[in-house]
């Protein structure tokens, strides 16, 4: 099949050459506006208990989560004075008058104590902004800038946990326009370093180019049916750059091996297509398989990744192999260059490693498993105010509310009762746990189980004579056990059935959500590359052997995650604050983009590999010409494809730095001690073993063909292929 697309893609290469000049243009012009049909996401699990208590607060009782807090400071440094009084009541007046406020509580109207600074000088006004994360954080955007303000009585300032998030989503899009501003000059500059020729670095960032632009338009599409977040668009960006270039480097240095030999230009084309473009494509399907995985998970913040990988491999690999080949049929005079020279560093390393295979093997296995006991170390906690950088205004109003307040009402724990109860005595079981600050009940507010006056919240009966409590948590809860926090309150006997959610109940689903899917999603990556493997090599050994490898370098990725981001070593250099343990979504998701970029140049690499051993039968040389031939592509693809990755840690939100940092580091060791050294040395130790497969799976193995395979020949017979 790929025998005849490189002929069909050479015979009518001005026509897809047009074809794809005029496509590249209507996906650009469609892809541009993909951001504004994307959307933005909030730490729920579909179907869990604290959505359902959610669902029950909005039908039932009219209310829900407050979203929304306006920090006011007294201009005399007393919320209690008459004028700051008056101020504060017209503001919370102002308030609900807004588009999309359904709900407005002021310290004012209720004289809670958890609505008042410790020291009298700061005050809260909460709101709930009904409507979906996108509708709520895009009228945020205008109503932000109209609420903070400073008057003779009041200085304000907007906070909550849906501007925390619309400011990191803000973020993120700054960083990805930084990130595209960065990553096109500095990949075409490295492009024309490694090629030598500037139009071999032109045809494959435009490979890259291709799958970026596809991507978003794709993506936009996608988002007319179903919700896409917004950060899918950061991955599609360096994801799409870096594949791009990976395929584009490997047909090219292919197609100028070929013309070496001796092959006419559009015969070396052909064959070019034909045998890089095997490895392209099941490089691509490997990766693609990887993110897919991450649709297991029901959140859509996930599975917008998996709609942007499967994008950009589709397109990735199409442009690699029919785009450049038509690319090469008109213009591969124009990239021709001698190939890679009889030896070279890694081809040496390589040869080193096998000669003493105990010794190397050994010494690099022991830096890995250094650079990883980190990761004995990692602790799983939920996003906050941190997540942005340093002087952002919705973490300075958050971290004066941590530190001005004793209670944190923002991040209440709402509990729905399914049947008419008394909830005094329930409340105030509720009251004494460790981390309640109070609990406010249908009769009362509860502190320490003492009834202490009126409730600090309305609405908290229907007229059926259902209830809900809402439990006002201290600030160290919120800083500390999250989790354990609330399923201390959902053991706490209760008089009817409950649900308990707010903003901590649908961060701890959330949590339990991905780490409960988290061992199929890996089951999934683990046992769909290994038989693609199976598949190109014919071997059931070194799919196991790739595996293992693979997961030695992710190893490293969450060492350097929890060194760096979890316990804050070089956090002043990065620019960022450590909490002390990582938000969990982001390192499922560093696994699966991470184990696909990995397995690529595992495929890379054993493709050569199994098609020198086809040729000669001799493990050891086949491993060496296949180091020689392949390393130093795979090395400068990986350089390119790591500073993509980088260019986001200079950006301001944290995961994006944990993604960038992370997989930049991975992919940077497993394109050099991993595949130089630890491949190599594993390969020459296991010997013709590295070939077995049983009688009845040898047939499975997807074989070259047509002139891909007119050179080939199965050398060894019995159970080796």
Same mark, same amino acid.
């Given at each position: 099949?790929?025998?005849?697309?490189?002929?069909?893609?050479?015979?009518?290469?001005?026509?897809?050459?047009?074809?794809?000049?005029?496509?590249?243009?209507?996906?650009?012009?469609?892809?541009?506006?993909?951001?504004?049909?994307?959307?933005?996401?909030?730490?729920?699990?579909?179907?869990?208990?604290?959505?359902?208590?959610?669902?029950?607060?909005?039908?039932?009782?009219?209310?829900?989560?407050?979203?929304?807090?306006?920090?006011?400071?007294?201009?005399?440094?007393?919320?209690?004075?008459?004028?700051?009084?008056?101020?504060?009541?017209?503001?919370?007046?102002?308030?609900?008058?807004?588009?999309?406020?359904?709900?407005?509580?002021?310290?004012?109207?209720?004289?809670?104590?958890?609505?008042?600074?410790?020291?009298?000088?700061?005050?809260?006004?909460?709101?709930?902004?009904?409507?979906?994360?996108?509708?709520?954080?895009?009228?945020?955007?205008?109503?932000?800038?109209?609420?903070?303000?400073?008057?003779?009585?009041?200085?304000?300032?907007?906070?909550?946990?849906?501007?925390?998030?619309?400011?990191?989503?803000?973020?993120?899009?700054?960083?990805?326009?930084?990130?595209?501003?960065?990553?096109?000059?500095?990949?075409?500059?490295?492009?024309?370093?490694?090629?030598?020729?500037?139009?071999?670095?032109?045809?494959?960032?435009?490979?890259?180019?291709?799958?970026?632009?596809?991507?978003?338009?794709?993506?936009?599409?996608?988002?007319?049916?179903?919700?896409?977040?917004?950060?899918?668009?950061?991955?599609?960006?360096?994801?799409?750059?870096?594949?791009?270039?990976?395929?584009?480097?490997?047909?090219?240095?292919?197609?100028?091996?070929?013309?070496?030999? @001796?092959?006419?230009?559009?015969?070396?084309?052909?064959?070019?297509?034909?045998?890089?473009?095997?490895?392209?494509?099941?490089?691509?399907?490997?990766?693609? *398989?990887?993110?897919?995985?991450?649709?297991?998970?029901?959140?859509?913040?996930?599975?917008?990744?998996?709609?942007?990988?499967?994008?950009?491999?589709?397109?990735? *690999?199409? @442009?690699?192999?029919?785009?450049?080949?038509?690319?090469?049929?008109?213009?591969?005079?124009?990239?021709?260059?001698?190939?890679?020279?009889?030896?070279?560093?890694?081809?040496?390393?390589?040869?080193?490693?096998?000669?003493?295979?105990?010794?190397?093997?050994?010494?690099?296995?022991?830096?890995?498993?250094?650079?990883?006991?980190?990761?004995?170390?990692?602790?799983?906690?939920?996003?906050?105010?941190?997540?942005?950088?340093?002087?952002?205004?919705?973490?300075?109003?958050?971290?004066?509310?941590?530190?001005?307040?004793?209670?944190?009402?923002?991040?209440?724990?709402?509990?729905?009762?399914?049947?008419?109860?008394?909830?005094?005595?329930?409340?105030?079981?509720?009251?004494?746990?460790?981390?309640?600050?109070?609990?406010?009940?249908?009769?009362?507010?509860?502190?320490?189980?003492?009834?202490?006056?009126?409730?600090?919240?309305?609405?908290?009966?229907?007229?059926?004579?259902?209830?809900?409590?809402?439990?006002?948590?201290?600030?160290?809860?919120?800083?500390?056990?999250?989790?354990?926090?609330?399923?201390?309150?959902?053991?706490?006997?209760?008089?009817?059935?409950?649900?308990?959610?707010?903003?901590?109940?649908?961060?701890?689903?959330?949590?339990?959500?991905?780490?409960?899917?988290?061992?199929?999603?890996?089951?999934? *990556?683990?046992?769909?590359?290994?038989?693609?493997?199976?598949?190109?090599?014919?071997?059931?050994?070194?799919?196991?052997?790739?595996?293992?490898?693979?997961?030695?370098?992710?190893? *490293?990725?969450?060492?350097?995650?929890?060194?760096?981001?979890?316990?804050?070593?070089?956090?002043?250099?990065?620019?960022?604050?450590?909490?002390?343990?990582?938000?969990?979504?982001?390192?499922?998701?560093?696994?699966?983009?991470?184990?696909?970029?990995?397995?690529?140049?595992?495929?890379?690499?054993?493709?050569?590999?199994?098609?020198?051993?086809?040729?000669?039968?001799?493990?050891?040389?086949?491993?060496?010409?296949?180091?020689?031939?392949?390393?130093?592509?795979?090395?400068?693809?990986?350089?390119?494809?790591?500073?993509?990755?980088?260019?986001?840690?200079?950006?301001?939100?944290?995961?994006?730095?944990?993604?960038?940092?992370?997989?930049?580091?991975?992919?940077?060791?497993?394109?050099?001690?991993?595949?130089?050294?630890?491949?190599?040395?594993?390969?020459?130790?296991?010997?013709?073993?590295?070939?077995?497969?049983?009688?009845?799976?040898?047939?499975?193995?997807?074989?070259?063909?047509?002139?891909?395979?007119?050179?080939?020949?199965?050398?060894?017979?019995?159970?080796?292929?």
């Amino acid at each position: 099949m790929l025998t005849r697309l490189g002929r069909l893609a050479v015979r009518y290469s001005r026509a897809v050459l047009i074809g794809v000049l005029l496509l590249f243009i209507g996906l650009g012009a469609y892809g541009a506006g993909a951001q504004d049909d994307l959307d933005l996401s909030r730490w729920s699990a579909p179907g869990t208990e604290s959505v359902r208590a959610a669902d029950l607060l909005r039908d039932d009782f009219g209310t829900g989560n407050p979203n929304l807090a306006l920090l006011v400071t007294a201009r005399d440094g007393d919320v209690d004075s008459s004028r700051t009084e008056q101020a504060g009541r017209e503001l919370a007046a102002e308030v609900g008058r807004l588009p999309l406020v359904t709900d407005v509580t002021s310290y004012w109207d209720t004289d809670s104590p958890a609505l008042r600074g410790t020291e009298g000088r700061h005050a809260l006004i909460l709101a709930r902004l009904e409507g979906t994360a996108t509708e709520t954080r895009e009228e945020l955007a205008t109503l932000a800038p109209q609420l903070t303000r400073s008057t003779a009585d009041l200085d304000v300032r907007v906070g909550g946990q849906e501007e925390i998030s619309r400011q990191v989503g803000q973020q993120a899009r700054a960083d990805f326009l930084r990130a595209e501003a960065f990553a096109l000059p500095a990949v075409l500059l490295l492009l024309i370093l490694v090629y030598r020729r500037t139009v071999a670095a032109l045809l494959t960032v435009g490979v890259g180019l291709l799958s970026v632009v596809a991507t978003l338009a794709g993506l936009r599409a996608i988002a007319q049916v179903t919700e896409v977040s917004t950060f899918a668009a950061n991955l599609a960006l360096v994801l799409g750059l870096g594949l791009g270039v990976d395929y584009g480097l490997f047909v090219i240095n292919r197609y100028r091996e070929e013309r070496a030999a @001796g092959h006419a230009q559009e015969q070396a084309v052909v064959r070019a297509t034909a045998r890089a473009g095997r490895t392209v494509v099941f490089s691509g399907v490997t990766v693609a *398989v990887s993110l897919c995985a991450l649709l297991v998970f029901p959140f859509f913040f996930l599975s917008s990744f998996a709609y942007a990988g499967a994008l950009v491999v589709l397109t990735a *690999v199409g @442009g690699a192999v029919l785009v450049l080949p038509a690319a090469l049929a008109r213009w591969g005079h124009r990239v021709e260059r001698p190939t890679a020279p009889a030896s070279g560093f890694w081809h040496r390393t390589a040869l080193a490693a096998m000669r003493r295979p105990l010794l190397a093997g050994a010494g690099v296995l022991g830096v890995l498993l250094v650079a990883a006991s980190p990761l004995l170390g990692l602790r799983f906690g939920l996003p906050d105010e941190r997540a942005l950088p340093a002087g952002a205004s919705a973490r300075t109003t958050s971290e004066t509310i941590h530190r001005e307040f004793a209670a944190e009402p923002t991040d209440t724990v709402q509990i729905v009762l399914g049947e008419p109860a008394d909830t005094g005595a329930y409340a105030g079981r509720l009251s004494r746990l460790p981390g309640v600050f109070q609990v406010d009940a249908p009769d009362g507010t509860y502190r320490d189980g003492r009834h202490t006056g009126t409730p600090g919240q309305d609405r908290l009966t229907t007229p059926d004579g259902r209830a809900r409590l809402a439990v006002v948590p201290t600030q160290q809860a919120l800083y500390g056990d999250v989790p354990g926090f609330v399923e201390r309150i959902r053991d706490t006997p209760a008089p009817a059935t409950a649900l308990v959610g707010g903003y901590p109940g649908e961060t701890t689903d959330f949590r339990a959500t991905l780490l409960d899917r988290l061992p199929l999603a890996v089951g999934i *990556v683990l046992g769909a590359t290994y038989v693609i493997l199976f598949l190109m090599t014919g071997s059931v050994l070194l799919p196991l052997k790739a595996t293992v490898l693979n997961l030695l370098s992710l190893s *490293v990725m969450f060492g350097c995650l929890v060194w760096v981001f979890q316990d804050g070593h070089l956090s002043g250099l990065l620019g960022f604050t450590p909490t002390g343990s990582i938000e969990p979504s982001i390192p499922v998701l560093m696994f699966c983009v991470a184990y696909g970029l990995s397995m690529d140049y595992e495929v890379f690499l054993l493709a050569r590999i199994k098609e020198e051993h086809d040729l000669t039968g001799d493990t050891e040389r086949a491993v060496a010409e296949g180091v020689r031939r392949s390393a130093p592509l795979i090395t400068a693809a990986a350089g390119i494809l790591a500073l993509s990755f980088l260019s986001y840690a200079t950006g301001g939100v944290v995961f994006l730095k944990e993604l960038g940092i992370g997989t930049a580091l991975t992919i940077l060791v497993d394109a050099t001690l991993i595949r130089v050294v630890l491949l190599p040395v594993t390969m020459r130790l296991a010997g013709r073993a590295n070939w077995w497969a049983p009688r009845a799976l040898r047939r499975l193995r997807v074989k070259e063909s047509g002139a891909a395979g007119d050179e080939r020949a199965d050398v060894l017979r019995g159970e080796y292929v």
